[in-house]
């Protein structure tokens, strides 16, 4: 069975900090990963996704196989990054129909 | 386009009493999902339609049916609430043609059963 963790519940940094928002999954096929964001009381945006290795918004991650992570991170927060932040997982096959697992999700919170 | 779309915003039921939320979605998707969201679990899905007239169950999907009768539609219903049903409920459709579907979401429907 597919699984996601976020082990952090709750995350605080302080405006210009770094940020780290931890993401690992256990899959034996080959995944595709995704973060979404979702601002207070908003729907869920598609922040990234692995397979397209690209930087949103200062954003970047990076798919580690060998250690099933993919954290999310950026060299210098905002408070506009406060957020609730969800990994999720894909299962590339043509049979998943793109249903998505997600992890328990993180709430960042970004100080002045 | 408007997306994903859903109805009712907000809605407050009391134990045993019956209703359906509505999902819509102007973007000619195939794949169409109903989650649940709660604190501390993250979403969950609930049952998913990969077309018109086909459903399937997901991971939590007791308590719940759903149709699609019409493929820009994806009904969820609760048959007789409980209070465990208290969550918000978020709908999303994917496309089938997309090579690794995207999923989009709607705004939300946030339900209290009393």
């Known amino acids: 069975a597919q699984r996601v963790t976020q082990p952090e519940k709750l995350l605080s940094v302080f405006k210009g900090a770094p940020v780290e928002l931890k993401c690992n999954y256990s899959y034996s096929g080959s995944p595709e990963l995704f973060w979404y964001v979702q601002y207070s009381r908003q729907r869920l945006q598609l922040l990234l996704r692995h397979i397209s290795r690209e930087s949103i918004k200062g954003f970047t991650a990076d798919l580690n196989k060998g250690e099933t992570s993919f954290h999310l991170k950026k060299p210098f927060a905002q408070e506009e990054d406060s957020a609730m932040y969800y990994c999720a997982l894909s299962n590339a096959g043509g049979t998943s129909y793109g249903k998505l697992t997600f992890g328990q999700g993180t709430i960042l919170t970004v100080h002045p | 386009n408007a997306g994903v779309t859903q109805t009712p915003k907000f809605r407050v039921l009391k134990t045993g009493q019956s209703m359906t939320l509505l999902c819509a979605q102007d973007m000619n998707h195939e794949y169409m999902y109903w989650y649940r969201q709660d604190p501390g679990m993250g979403l969950r899905l609930i049952h998913y339609s990969v077309g018109e007239g086909t459903t399937a169950k997901g991971e939590v999907p007791d308590g719940y049916n759903v149709s699609r009768l019409k493929k820009q539609n994806f009904l969820l219903g609760l048959e007789s609430a409980a209070p465990s049903q208290t969550s918000v409920y978020f709908c999303?459709?994917?496309?089938?043609?997309?090579?690794?579907?995207?999923?989009?979401f709607g705004p939300g429907t946030r339900l209290t059963v009393t």
């Open positions: 999303a459709s994917s496309s089938r043609l997309a090579g690794v579907p995207l999923q989009y």
